[in-house]
Structure formats: structure tokens, C-alpha cells
């Protein structure tokens, strides 16, 4: 299942003490009119009752990788939010692991043979000797070929597989894993920065063991990938809060995309326009999940938290703070379902890092000083140097009260076909529907296979002592009244 972290070098203390001058911002006042709704605060940082085991999947390598100079991806991104984690001290309410690589069978139970050979083959040392391929895998500018773009992949891929088969062992409650969640790659091609869906494989996984998944996307960007891939089955249920206009990327997810065949209804898009806001976006999650919860009845939930939703990210257009972002996790997180917490979109990387800590401290159930800890990476959170920086405002709210109330009625009225969950005939062992036993449970029984064969040939050369006493046919007391005439 990955080993233990057991090289990273964690602060001396939990939280920053240095003091530094900075506005916080709206953010923190909306974190602020949130904490006195939730009832259940106790002491200083510890917010609810409910105390979810933790697993945190982070591997150093993954931030170091680079789409190019002017690409808004940026990797990079994963490592300043494990800086942040690490410093405000949250490897104290949860277990770090580190992953390890998906392997090309894992990876080609969803994609396709002849795109995984490409991705493994295709350098950018041997890019133009391939580029007769590139039209047939949408190579190009959203997806350029890079240094080191398999072990990319595998590192990311690996991480949500093994953070699903944690879900699955009972050894977590909610499992995160901020470098997955790229959402947009298909079976046959990569889009939208995307290149192996992480998502799919996983959920692939959580279908091994419970009847139902979830899957919640709250990117700016339409979950396409995720849903073109269960949109024929009741077993996943898709529910994406997105931009739609038509031509936003990737130009899917209006309403009325509901699902086909035994899928029909259980995929759920909630488009919306330009510039939402806090209050608005918050009341809608709420109001649908809630929806959603009571009739679909997951069994696991995987909740794709893409920053890109984020008040002045550099490709979105939402007006939405940390706090409103974190607070669709902290809704999720109290249903107490068996939760993956996955990353996504996200460009202006400073706001990332600090969106992800948040709702890292979040299913936690800790609340985080707003003042960021010191760390290598200061200086990107200049000037505020604070959790919760000033984000909405930039872009006008086109989401009129009308509009959204129309929006829920509808998304309403679409779960009220489904009549209730899906029932699934499953077994009580569920079918390795990947058609392969993972190295560590075949290492496990021949181990424990090997062990019960040696104890047992102990037994039999083991001398018995005619003295042993056995409430069995091999009473030996029986035998011996018989020689001594009794």
C-alpha cells in the first residue's frame, strides 16, 4: 500500500510564532460567520466531534516536473502546499505516505494500450521523430510533450489507486492525495492538462468494494473525463459544479447532460455563470449534495477540489474565497462516508497552496491560524502572508437569485426520477474486476501461507510426552489405565 514517510524533516514547532502585517481579507471574515454555524467547536483548533482517520499521499518528485516556461500548469504547486502542510504542523493528525508508482497494467484498465505505449515512449528529445502521432493524441499546446512525463503520470495515478485501496482496507477514513484529480484525460487521449485520469482508476478501485460511488467536482472546469467515463452506469454517480456557456473548456456540462442507458439520471451538472460568490455557490452545494446524498446513498465519495474556483485564479472567473472552497469539503466530510480528498485545477499556484492547506487542516478537523507558517517558500505569499487572502471582487456576479433557484429546481426534479439508490447484487468477497491481485495481497497470503505450512510441520515432528493429556480420542490417560489394568 505504499510505505510510511519516514525521511521528511518536520518543524520544531506546530504554528508560526513570527509576526507579520498584512490584511486578511473577506476570506476570513466569510471562515469567521462559518466556525459559529458549526456547533461543535471545542478548544482552540479542535472544530468537531468527528475524529476521521487520515491518510496524506505526498512524494517530493512530483513537484519538480514542468510543463514549459508559459504553460499554466505548474506542478510546482505540490510543493509549496506540503511546505505549508508540514509547517503548520498537520502530520500530527494523520498518516504521511508515500505512494508508490502506478504500473502500465493498473493504468490500462482505463486508458488505451497504444496511448500508454506513447506516453511511455515519447520524449522531448524524440518529439519530432513522433509527431505524426500527435494529432491522433492530441498533443499540443494544452498538452505538450515534457521531461519526464510518464513518471508524471505514474507518480500521480499511483497515488489515487493507493489511496482508494486504502479506502477499501478499512485503515483510513478519508484519504488525500492533492497531486491527483486530473480530470479532463480520456481513454484515447490526453486533454486539459490531463493525461492519465487518475480519477477513473481510482473510482475503479472503490467499485471493487462498495455498490456505490460519488463522485463530486467543484473545479471551474466541467469533470468530462470522469463523467464520459460512468456515463452509462448507476454504480458512479457524477455531480460537477462548473462554468458552462457553451465555449468555456471544455465546452460540456449543461444541464441537460443527465446520463444514458442504465446511467440515465446519474449524472448531475450544476452550470453556472461568471463572478459567483460565496453565499450563492455555499447554499447551492448544500442544497444538491444534500439532494444527492439522500437519494444516491454512496458507499465511497471521491471529491475532486480543483482551486481554479478560486477568486482570481489565472484561468477562472469565480469570485469564490478559501474559506467558501474548504466549506464544500467540511459539508462533505460530515456525512462520515469514506472519502477520497483530491486536487485538480488550479493556476495562481500561491492561492493553491494555501486552499489546499486549508481543507487539508479541514478533514483534519483542525482549524489553522490565519498567519502562515515560516517556510522556504515565504516569500510567494507576499505581501499578506496570510491563509485567507483577499480573493473575490474581480468579476461581476452573473448568477442571479432567479437563475440559481431555477438551477436547483431542476437539479431537483432530476433525482426524483431515480426512485431512490440503485441496488447491486454484489458478493461477499467482491470480483477483482481488474482481473489481477494487487503484489501485496499475493505477498501477504504466501507469506501467511508459508508460515501456517512450517507451524504445521513443527507440530507433526514435535515428540509428544506420554504424559500429554488430550480431551479428544487421543487421550493418552485412557491408553495408560489400559497397560496398567485399570
Not at 508524471?152 to 483510513?172: H, N, Q, V
Request: charged share 25%.
Amino acid at each position: 500500500m505504499g510505505r510510511r514517510k519516514e525521511n521528511i524533516t518536520y518543524p520544531s514547532t506546530t504554528f508560526s510564532t513570527s509576526v507579520r502585517e498584512g490584511s486578511i481579507g473577506s476570506g476570513l471574515e466569510f471562515a469567521s460567520s462559518l466556525s459559529g454555524q458549526d456547533g461543535g467547536s471545542v478548544g482552540n483548533n479542535v472544530v468537531e466531534h468527528y475524529r476521521p482517520r487520515v491518510a496524506y499521499y505526498m512524494r517530493e518528485q512530483a513537484g519538480n516536473f514542468h510543463y514549459g516556461k508559459q504553460h499554466p500548469m505548474k506542478p510546482h504547486r505540490l510543493t509549496l502546499t506540503n511546505h505549508l502542510v508540514l509547517n503548520y504542523g498537520l502530520h500530527k493528525y494523520m498518516d504521511v505516505f508515500e505512494p508508490r508508482r502506478a504500473t502500465e497494467e493498473e493504468i490500462r484498465e482505463f486508458h488505451a494500450e497504444d496511448y500508454i505505449d506513447f506516453l511511455k515512449r515519447v520524449t522531448p528529445g524524440n518529439q519530432d521523430q513522433m509527431r505524426a502521432c500527435f494529432s491522433d493524441f492530441n498533443i499540443g499546446d494544452d498538452c505538450p510533450i515534457f521531461d519526464g512525463i510518464w513518471d508524471f503520470c505514474s507518480i500521480y495515478s499511483g497515488a489515487s489507486i493507493e489511496a482508494a485501496r486504502k479506502l477499501i482496507s478499512g485503515s483510513a477514513d478519508i484519504a488525500v492525495n492533492w497531486m491527483g484529480g486530473l480530470h479532463h484525460a480520456k481513454k484515447y487521449e490526453p486533454s486539459g492538462f490531463c493525461y492519465v485520469n487518475d480519477i477513473v482508476l481510482a473510482i475503479l478501485q472503490l467499485l471493487r468494494y462498495y455498490p456505490r460511488v460519488l463522485y463530486v467536482d467543484i473545479d471551474i472546469h466541467h469533470g468530462d473525463g470522469v463523467q464520459e467515463a460512468f456515463y452509462t452506469t448507476d454504480r458512479v454517480m457524477t455531480c460537477s459544479f462548473h462554468k458552462y456557456n457553451g465555449d468555456f473548456f471544455p465546452g460540456t456540462g449543461a444541464i441537460d447532460e443527465m446520463g444514458s442507458g442504465l446511467g440515465k439520471f446519474f449524472a448531475v451538472n450544476v452550470p453556472l455563470q461568471d463572478g459567483i460568490d460565496d453565499r450563492s455557490y455555499t447554499q447551492l452545494f448544500k442544497t444538491v449534495m444534500t439532494a444527492v446524498m439522500e437519494t444516491f446513498k454512496p458507499g465511497a465519495i471521491v471529491l475532486q477540489c480543483g482551486a481554479d474556483s478560486l477568486g482570481l485564479d489565472r484561468l477562472g472567473v469565480f469570485n469564490l474565497s478559501i474559506a467558501a472552497h474548504g466549506e464544500c469539503v467540511r459539508f462533505m466530510r460530515r456525512f462520515g462516508v469514506p472519502m477520497m480528498v483530491i486536487g485538480g485545477g488550479g493556476y495562481t499556484i500561491r492561492n493553491v497552496a494555501r486552499c489546499w492547506t486549508y481543507e487539508t487542516g479541514i478533514v483534519c478537523g483542525t482549524e489553522l491560524p490565519s498567519e502562515l507558517p515560516n517556510t522556504v517558500y515565504s516569500e510567494f505569499f507576499a505581501p499578506d502572508y496570510s491563509l485567507h487572502p483577499q480573493l473575490s471582487g474581480r468579476v461581476v456576479n452573473h448568477n442571479s437569485r432567479a437563475y440559481l433557484n431555477a438551477l436547483t429546481a431542476r437539479i431537483l426534479e432530476q433525482l426524483r426520477y431515480l426512485k431512490g439508490a440503485p441496488s447491486v447484487q454484489m458478493q461477499e468477497a467482491p470480483p477483482d474486476i481488474q482481473g489481477f491481485l494487487e503484489d501485496q495481497e499475493r505477498h501477504d497470503k504466501d507469506v501467511h501461507s508459508d508460515r501456517n505450512k512450517e507451524e504445521k510441520d513443527e507440530r507433526a515432528s514435535k515428540r509428544e510426552h506420554i504424559s500429554e493429556f488430550y480431551e479428544s480420542d487421543r487421550d493418552q490417560d485412557q491408553e495408560d489405565g489400559d497397560d496398567i489394568g485399570i
